[in-house]
C-alpha cells in the first residue's frame, strides 16, 4: 500500500495530532463542570461527594475508540491510500469517436453508422486496464474533446452514447494530432483509439500520422451512395427575372449509378437529367429558372440511398428587384431604349405638365423641363453653354470626363443645400440630383439634340443616375448551396467584408489572395457582404468524405484481445476508508451522544399526590 | 417599547375569576364571601339579649314594644378578607435568564387583576431575606397599571430565609387574611417550619410552587462543581442517571412534602413549571386545587 496524498512520515504526525486534540476534546468534555444551582439540598441527598482520583478517569473508553477510529480513517481516506505498486502509472488513453455527416449513413436494412461505432467504442472502453485515464475526443472537422482525462468508466460511457454525428468530414489528422498533444501534457504514455469508418477530407495529410501507439477500431461502411455536392443560383445575364441554377452530383460509391435529378421551383417541376455516374464521377447539370417572386427552389436526386441527408436540398431564392421611376420629358422616344434595355427598369414616360397631377411616391427623372414646372428651379436658359465639368460626387460623376459635349441649350438650376450638382457648366448646374425620400434628377438639356446624340457620356450618366436612385437593384447577389465547413467566397476588391448567420451575428473569417475564407461547423445559412456582391451561402449539405485512409504501418487494428482488467494498477481504497470512518462517528453518535440526549429528554412527569385532608 | 407585564386580552380572560379562600376571618366587613360571624353587614342573621354597651341603634325596638324585653339584631357581615401576596425575589428565582422569577411576576399580577375586578383589597410583598416594600392595591380593575409597573421594576437577588420572614410578618402584619406565597420554596433550612408558623397564626395559605424543568431534572451529567445561587457555597458531586432519577425523587418528595402542609392546613398548594403557560395554569391548576373559582 502507499498513499498519494501523504507520506507515511506526514501521515502519522497528523494523526499523532488529532489524536491529542480529539483525546483531549474528550477529556474536557468530560471534565469537572461549574454548575449554578438554585439549591444544594437535594444535591446534597442523592449524590455522594466525588472522589478526585476519579477525575481523570476515561469514561466510557468505548466512544472515545470510536472517536479515535472513525477520525483515523477519515485521515487515511484523505491520504489516498493504493493498495498495489506505486510505480505503476496509469496510461493517459484517448479515444477518437468519428462523428463526421458520413456516420449517419444506415447500411442498407441497419442501423447507423454511429451506433456500431458507439458500441465498438464502449467495447474498447470495457478492455482497457481499469487503472488507466481516458479522454473521449468527439472528431469531425473539428476535435472536440467530450471528457477529460477520467477514471470514472460511466462518465466516459456516458460521453459515448451522448455522441451524434455532425455535419462536417473528418479532419483525422488534426484529432490525432490532438489527442497527442493532450497526451504529452499528462507526461505519460498511453493509447490513441480512432472509432470510425476513415472517410476523410482531401485535405488530410494522411502521411504524417505516425502509426505508434494509435489503434484504429474499423467501423465497416460498404455503402453505396450518390449526392448532391453543391449548388449555385445566379441571375441570368442573358434572360431577364430567370435565375441559372448549377447542380453538381457525386457518386461516393464503387459502382456506377443512373439517376435521376429532379430541380423544382416552389412545388412545380423545373426540370430533370438522367445521370449515369461512374464511381467517384462528379457531374455538372445546369438549369434555368424563371422567377421574379422569391421561392423555394429544391434539388432532389432520385432514387434514393442509404446515405439520405445529401439526396435533397433546398435553396430560398430571393425576389429580383426592381427600379421603377416616373420620366417626365416632352421626347419620351428619346430616351426610351435606353432605360428599358435593362430589365430591372421599369419606367414610366409622361409629359411634364401631368406632373401637378400625379402622385408623388416614386422616384423621377426630369429631362430638359420648361421653367415653370421645373421641380429644381430653372435660373435661366443658355445658349451654347461652355466649360462642362462632372462632378464626382455619390457615384453620379463616375466614369465621367468628356468635355467636349455641346450641349447647344440648357437650363441653368437654382440648388437647394444638399442638392448635388452632377454637371456644371460656367453659368451654373445643368444637371441637379436632389436627395430624399423620393428622388429626383433634373436634366437641363435634351441628351437627344444633335450635340449629346452620339456622345457616350450621356448613356453613362443615366447608368449613375438609375444606380444612385437605388444601388441595391443592380449589386449582384446570388445563393450558393454547399456542404457544412470551410467555405469560400471571392472578395475581388479590397474594402469592407461582412460575414454573419440568419440571426446577424458575426462569423469569423480570414481574407487570402482575394478570396474570403469561412467555417460553419453545423447547417446553416450565411450571408457575405462585400462591396457591390451579396451572396448567400447555404450550408445545408452534409460535407462529403473526399477519400478513404489507409491506416499507416505500425497502427493496430481492432480491439484489445486479452486486456488486463487492472490487476496490476493499484486500487483506490480510500471511499471504503471514508465510509468506516463515517460508520465509526455514526455508531459513536448513536451508542452515546444521541442516547445521552434521549435519556435527559426523558423527564419523568411529577408524582400525583394523593390528598389527605 | 417594553413588552407589558400581561396583555389585554389574557386580563379579559381573567375577568371571570375569583379569588377564593375557606375561612371566615374575625372583625372583618365587606367583600363578598358570606361568614359566620355577625356584624353590620346587611342579611338578618339572629337575635341575642341586649347587654350594658351595645349599640342601641341595632336593638328591634318592636320586639320591646310587644315583650318590654331588649333585644338586638345581628346581621351577617360581608368579610373584606386582606389577600396577601408575598413573592419570593431571593436569588434562586432570578437564576439564569430569570424564567422563574418573570413567571413568578406574571402570576403575581394576574391574581392581582383578579382581585382588583372582585374589589378586593390585595397587597404584594417581596421578600427575600427579608419583607421587601410592599404594594397595596385596591378599588377595581382601572388601579391595575401601578401594579404591573410595581412588578415589573422588582428584581430578584438576595438570599431566602423563610423563617425570619414568617416572624417578620407576623409581627409587622397582626391582621389575618389569605395568603398566597408564590416561591420556589427552594431554601436549604427548609420553609416547612415557617410555613407552620404562618398557618397557626391564622392565615389560610396558598403555595404556588415555580420550578423549571432543570431544578426538577438536571440536565447535565459527569463531574459537576455546583454552586449554590443565594449562599454561594460551593459542592462537587459525580452525578449520572442513578444519582439524577435520585434527585428527582428528592425534588417531589419536598414538594409532596409542601402540599400536605398546605391541605393539613386547610390551604392549597399548587406545582407549576414554567414550561407550562399562565392560562393553563390560572385556568386548570388553580381552578382545581380551589385557589380561584
Redesign the interface.
Known amino acids: 500500500m502507499f498513499f498519494l496524498n501523504l507520506g507515511w512520515g506526514e501521515w502519522l504526525i497528523a494523526a499523532g495530532a488529532v489524536s491529542a486534540f480529539t483525546v483531549a476534546l474528550y477529556l474536557l468534555d ?22 478526585t482520583s ?2 481523570r478517569m476515561i ?1 466510557q473508553p468505548l466512544s472515545l475508540l470510536l472517536q479515535l477510529a472513525g477520525i483515523l480513517l477519515l485521515l487515511l481516506a484523505i491520504a489516498q491510500p493504493r493498495i498495489g505498486n506505486p510505480f505503476s502509472r496509469p496510461g493517459y488513453d484517448v479515444l477518437i469517436l468519428d462523428t463526421s455527416a458520413w456516420m449517419s449513413a444506415r447500411p442498407l436494412g441497419g442501423r447507423p453508422l454511429i451506433d456500431t461505432a458507439r458500441r465498438r467504442a464502449a467495447e474498447w472502453l470495457s478492455a482497457v486496464p481499469a487503472g488507466d485515464r481516458v479522454m473521449l475526443v468527439r472528431a469531425d472537422a473539428l476535435a472536440t474533446p467530450a471528457t477529460a482525462f477520467e477514471s470514472d468508466r460511466s462518465r466516459v460511457r456516458a460521453a459515448i452514447a451522448a455522441s451524434e454525428p455532425g455535419a462536417t468530414a473528418l479532419d483525422l489528422t488534426g484529432a490525432i494530432q490532438f489527442a497527442r498533444r493532450a497526451q504529452s501534457m499528462q507526461h505519460a504514455g498511453g493509447e490513441v483509439a480512432y472509432a470510425g469508418s476513415g472517410r476523410v477530407r482531401n485535405t488530410q495529410d494522411a502521411a504524417v500520422i505516425d502509426g505508434k501507439g494509435l489503434r484504429w477500431i474499423n467501423v465497416p461502411d460498404q455503402i453505396e451512395n450518390v449526392g448532391l455536392r453543391s449548388a449555385s443560383i445566379a441571375r441570368s445575364p442573358a434572360e431577364n427575372g430567370a435565375w441559372d441554377v448549377l447542380v453538381t452530383t457525386r457518386n461516393y460509391g464503387l459502382r456506377a449509378h443512373t439517376v435521376n435529378l429532379t430541380v423544382g421551383f416552389d412545388h412545380a417541376p423545373v426540370g430533370m437529367r438522367v445521370l449515369t455516374m461512374a464511381p467517384g464521377a462528379e457531374q455538372e447539370s445546369a438549369f434555368t429558372v424563371h422567377a421574379r417572386q422569391a421561392g423555394l427552389l429544391e434539388a432532389r436526386i432520385t432514387p434514393g440511398d442509404a446515405f439520405p441527408d445529401d439526396d435533397r436540398a433546398e435553396i430560398l431564392i430571393p425576389a429580383l428587384p426592381r427600379l421603377q421611376i416616373v420620366v417626365y420629358t416632352a421626347h419620351p422616344e428619346v430616351v426610351r431604349p435606353l432605360l428599358t434595355a435593362n430589365a430591372l427598369v421599369e419606367a414610366q414616360f409622361r409629359a411634364p405638365e401631368q406632373y401637378k397631377g400625379d402622385n408623388h411616391n416614386v422616384d423621377t427623372i426630369w429631362i430638359d423641363p420648361p421653367a415653370a414646372d421645373s421641380p429644381v428651379r430653372v435660373v435661366k436658359t443658355v445658349r451654347d453653354p461652355q466649360g462642362i465639368r462632372w462632378t464626382p460626387e455619390d457615384g453620379l460623376g463616375a466614369g465621367l470626363r468628356a468635355r467636349d459635349v455641346k450641349l447647344g441649350a440648357a437650363s441653368i438650376f437654382a440648388t437647394n443645400p444638399g442638392d448635388i450638382a452632377v454637371a456644371s457648366v460656367d453659368d451654373g448646374p445643368v444637371i441637379v440630383a436632389r436627395p430624399g425620400k423620393q428622388k429626383t434628377v433634373v436634366i437641363g438639356f435634351d441628351p437627344g439634340a444633335a450635340g449629346t446624340r452620339y456622345q457616350l457620356a450621356i448613356p453613362l450618366v443615366f447608368a449613375n443616375i438609375l444606380r444612385w436612385i437605388n444601388p441595391q437593384a443592380f449589386q449582384h447577389s446570388g445563393v450558393t448551396l454547399q456542404a457544412a465547413g470551410s467555405a469560400l467566397a471571392p472578395f475581388p476588391d479590397d474594402g469592407p467584408a461582412e460575414v454573419k448567420r440568419a440571426d446577424g451575428t458575426p462569423v469569423p473569417f480570414t481574407v487570402d489572395h482575394h478570396t474570403l475564407h469561412f467555417f460553419s461547423g453545423s447547417r446553416q445559412s450565411i450571408r457575405v457582404i462585400t462591396p457591390g456582391r451579396e451572396q448567400d451561402y447555404a450550408l445545408t449539405l452534409p460535407e462529403m468524405w473526399d477519400t478513404r485512409w489507409y491506416p499507416p504501418v505500425g497502427v493496430i487494428r481492432g480491439l484489445p484481445h486479452g486486456a488486463s482488467n487492472g490487476s496490476d494498477a493499484p486500487r483506490e481504497v480510500w471511499p471504503w476508508l471514508a465510509i468506516l470512518g463515517a460508520a465509526c462517528l455514526a455508531a459513536e453518535w448513536m451508542l452515546y451522544a444521541r442516547l ?1 440526549r434521549a ?2 429528554k426523558a ?2 412527569a ?2 400525583p ?1 394523593r ?3 | 417599547m417594553p413588552e407589558p407585564l400581561l396583555d389585554r386580552q389574557f386580563l379579559e380572560k381573567l375577568e371571570r375569576l375569583t379569588i377564593y379562600w375557606q375561612k371566615s376571618f374575625a372583625g372583618l366587613v365587606g367583600g363578598h364571601n358570606p361568614s359566620r360571624f355577625a356584624g353590620g353587614g346587611q342579611e338578618f342573621l339572629d337575635h341575642r339579649n341586649f347587654h350594658q354597651g351595645d349599640d342601641l341603634r341595632a336593638v328591634n325596638w318592636r320586639a320591646y314594644l310587644r315583650l318590654e324585653k331588649l333585644f338586638l339584631k345581628m346581621f351577617q357581615i360581608e368579610p373584606r378578607v386582606p389577600v396577601q401576596v408575598l413573592l419570593d425575589s431571593s436569588a434562586s428565582m432570578g437564576l439564569g435568564d430569570g424564567v422563574k422569577f418573570d413567571y413568578a411576576r406574571k402570576l403575581a399580577g394576574a391574581l392581582a387583576y383578579v382581585g382588583l375586578v372582585r374589589l378586593d383589597t390585595l397587597t404584594i410583598v417581596p421578600f427575600s431575606a427579608r419583607l421587601g416594600e410592599a404594594k397595596r392595591c385596591g378599588g377595581g380593575r382601572h388601579r391595575f397599571s401601578p401594579v404591573a409597573t410595581y412588578l415589573e421594576r422588582l428584581q430578584a437577588g438576595g438570599k431566602t430565609d423563610f423563617y425570619e420572614i414568617a416572624k417578620e410578618y407576623m409581627s409587622s402584619r397582626p391582621q389575618r387574611g389569605l395568603l398566597i406565597i408564590i416561591s420556589d420554596f427552594l431554601d436549604d433550612q427548609g420553609c416547612e417550619r415557617a410555613l407552620q408558623y404562618l398557618a397557626d397564626f391564622g392565615h389560610e395559605l396558598s403555595l404556588i410552587q415555580i420550578w423549571k424543568d432543570d431544578d426538577r431534572v438536571p440536565p447535565w451529567a459527569g463531574e459537576l462543581e455546583l454552586v449554590d445561587a443565594e449562599s454561594g457555597q460551593e459542592m462537587r458531586v459525580e452525578f449520572d442517571d442513578a444519582a439524577r432519577a435520585e434527585y428527582t425523587r428528592q425534588f417531589d418528595e419536598y414538594s409532596a412534602a409542601l402540599k400536605q402542609l398546605a391541605l393539613r392546613n386547610a390551604g392549597r398548594y399548587v406545582s407549576v413549571s414554567t414550561s407550562r403557560l399562565l392560562e393553563d395554569v390560572l385556568f386548570d391548576d388553580m381552578i382545581r386545587a380551589r385557589g380561584v373559582a
Open positions: 468530560r471534565s469537572r463542570r461549574r454548575q449554578v444551582v438554585s439549591t444544594l439540598r437535594f444535591w446534597t441527598q442523592a449524590n455522594q461527594p466525588v472522589q476519579r477525575r469514561r445521552r435519556r435527559l423527564v419523568p411529577p408524582v399526590l390528598r389527605v385532608s
